[in-house]
């Protein structure tokens, strides 16, 4: 959830995620470019664009890279080539933000972002222009440094979003681009302080949100706009989950995913969230396909995407189909998952440990049903609903031994 802290000042991004949304000066000899005095208006950079960031979304990474890569070379001092190789290098990190193994590629590329984009930024006529790309580079890193909890470097990257994001307010072209950030910060800003009380001193450092305005006013987005409607969704999944909007949250996954299948972050969430809402063959068929796509070792598809989907099938072995040693097998590799995601306290380890020790019950394999509701025990938070759980379970078989050694 840590991640969540800086999606405060993320919404920058959102103004150059489709890099003809910015009114940007050419330069390139090209004749063809001639014709053009914005990027937004020269329809060959649109149709590469567009299919290249399509492509990053569905995770044909290399196809989209070299897309951009033909961009930089033919607009070697703009910062939007090296912003769309920045974000690609994100889209990696995000279906398991504690994978630090992108973040020195992704650290360069919007570094060299914001050195071309000042470069710009120096030429009156494209302050506006290079501001969006300075907002964006900078919201990026900040939200990288809170993942990986450097909180000063990400405070420091947030004041300076901040500060370029009210230099390109007023732009009548990008108003529906920039209400993608005003939405996002409204929601977050206003619930990072109630969630994590600890970090109120860092959020003073920014004006105050409405956390049901910002909601609003993503879904304005995710609705009407072009550029920023994949990622105002991409939010809005968060949010509705965080709300208890699960009905909501499920149809936004399930078109998410349909429209880029190949993407484990929107099939993680569309797996979710059917089975949240009792879509039982949909969840279903959604988790095989993640642990189908884990082993072909397709992009993105890893222990965070495996350990959802396992449990959802051990679940419904156990609980509907009644194959308890098929449960078992799932509940064991979502344990395994959660092993190499170093994810020994989530709720879906606790949950398949609990799992294992009713199916051990249902044995009459006692000592097996205690070992593994003692370590769900140990590893669940206290007082949280698994720690009751497995405290109760505990104290069942306790007093059904004590019942069986008085009957000998």
């Not at 390139?28 to 960031?53: F, G, R, W």
């Not at 860092?202 to 706009?225: H, I, R, S, T, Y």
């Not at 965080?242 to 349909?258: D, S």
């Not at 797996?271 to 809402?277: H, I, K, Y």
Request: hydrophobic share 40%.
């Amino acid at each position: 959830m840590k991640s969540l802290i800086f999606n405060t000042i993320t919404f920058c991004f959102l103004t150059v995620i489709a890099i003809h949304s910015v009114s940007a000066q050419l330069y390139s000899s090209a004749d063809l470019d001639k014709n053009y005095d914005m990027i937004l208006k020269n329809p060959s950079v649109q149709i590469e664009s567009t299919e290249a960031i399509n492509m990053l979304y569905n995770y044909k990474f290399a196809e989209a890279d070299a897309e951009f890569r033909w961009l930089k070379y033919r607009y070697p001092k703009h910062p939007m080539p090296h912003f769309l190789m920045g974000l690609s290098e994100w889209w990696k990190i995000v279906p398991n933000t504690d994978n630090e193994s992108h973040d020195k590629a992704f650290l360069a590329q919007m570094d060299s972002t914001i050195a071309l984009a000042e470069e710009l930024y120096d030429v009156e006529k494209n302050k506006v222009e290079s501001a969006f790309f300075l907002a964006a580079a900078y919201a990026f890193k900040g939200r990288l440094y809170a993942e990986r909890e450097s909180w000063t470097k990400a405070a420091f990257a947030g004041k300076k979003s901040l500060k370029y994001f009210e230099q390109c307010k007023g732009n009548g072209d990008l108003s529906p681009e920039l209400l993608f950030g005003d939405g996002l910060y409204n929601y977050y800003a206003e619930w990072v302080p109630k969630e994590y009380p600890i970090l109120r001193p860092v959020m003073a450092l920014f004006p105050k949100g409405n956390k049901k305005l910002g909601e609003k006013q993503l879904e304005k987005v995710g609705n009407n706009a072009f550029y920023t409607r994949v990622e105002a969704r991409y939010f809005l999944l968060q949010i509705y989950s965080m709300e208890n909007e699960y009905g909501k949250a499920y149809e936004m996954a399930k078109y998410m995913w349909q429209t880029f299948p190949n993407n484990p972050y929107f099939e993680r969430y569309f797996c979710r969230t059917a089975f949240v809402t009792g879509k039982m063959a949909e969840a279903e068929k959604a988790a095989q396909n993640i642990l189908d796509k884990i082993g072909k070792g397709m992009p993105g598809y890893e222990g965070v995407s495996g350990r959802n989907a396992a449990y959802v099938l051990a679940y419904y072995n156990m609980q509907y189909h009644r194959n308890y040693d098929l449960a078992a097998q799932y509940y064991q590799k979502a344990i395994e998952f959660s092993a190499q995601t170093n994810s020994l306290n989530a709720g879906y380890y606790i949950s398949s440990l609990i799992g294992l020790g009713k199916i051990a019950e249902t044995k009459k394999d006692y000592d097996e049903a205690l070992k593994y509701y003692k370590l769900a025990d140990d590893k669940a938070d206290k007082k949280s609903s698994q720690d009751k759980e497995a405290k109760a379970a505990i104290a069942n078989l306790k007093k059904m031994k004590r019942e069986q050694r008085r009957k000998r």
